[in-house]
């Protein structure tokens, strides 16, 4: 887990709390399909580890700054997480194979965007 965490750079902080997320969550997905063998284990272990808790608190941080409280920002970190995680997995696993990579891009580019919307509604 600490070798594919250790794959996904952290956004710079000064970037607006959604274009992090975004940028975090396209890190992820390049991350599933260089492993896609290993890959699910980021679904099936606790943050536990340094490496793993900083990733979740760059999220929780950027969710808080989009105006959610601790307690909201962190449920929406767990619930973000395992979209985005989940839709990397079934991607890297071929689940989508039969799409082009444009319908696939797209698909990605609107789970972000619903993840946006239902942040900015929370707030």
Known sequence: MEALLAEMPPPPAE??????????????????????????????RAAQTEQARGVRDIVCAALREAGLGQEQAERAE???????????????????????????????ACLLRGIRTLVEGEA
């Open 15 to 44: 970037l607006p709390w959604d274009e992090r997320l975004t940028r975090l969550a396209t890190a992820i997905r390049a991350t599933a399909g260089r492993h896609p063998a290993v890959f699910p284990l980021l679904l099936q």
């Open 78 to 108: 767990r619930l973000m997480s395992t979209a985005v995680l989940g839709y990397a997995a079934g991607e890297a696993a071929g689940r989508f194979a039969r799409h082009p990579q444009s319908v696939r891009d797209e698909d990605f």
